[in-house]
């Protein structure tokens, strides 16, 4: 196993060695979600790329149209329309 350092505030690891929190395996548990959070976001984006290649980018209609939806879903302000009119989260996606 390797071993790393990593820089976490005071008051934050402070809380977690006081609820007896095994850093290492909840920092571990961490970077095996965010790995799978961006395989999911590179498989979507292929899939998109690859819909919007065989049925042409989506018309501003269709990207209102999907907009409204996750709106009404996620509760409002969760999308917003990138390059290609393909939605991408207004959240930092750093994958």
């Known amino acids: 196993m390797?071993?790393?350092n990593i820089t976490v505030a005071d008051d934050v690891i402070?809380?977690?060695r006081a609820a007896g929190l095994n850093v290492s395996q909840?920092?571990?548990a961490a970077l095996e979600a965010e790995l799978e959070r961006r395989a999911k976001v590179a498989a979507l984006?292929?899939?998109l790329a690859e819909l919007e290649a065989e049925q042409g980018p989506a018309t501003a209609e269709e990207v209102a149209a999907a907009e409204a939806w996750a709106?009404?879903?996620l509760g409002g302000g969760a999308?917003?329309?990138a390059t290609h009119g393909r939605p991408r989260r207004r959240q930092d996606r750093s994958a």
């Open 79 to 81: 999308v917003s329309v």
């Open 14 to 16: 402070a809380a977690a």
């Open 45 to 47: 984006d292929a899939y």
């Open 26 to 28: 909840v920092a571990t």
């Open 2 to 4: 390797a071993r790393v």
């Open 71 to 73: 709106d009404q879903v």
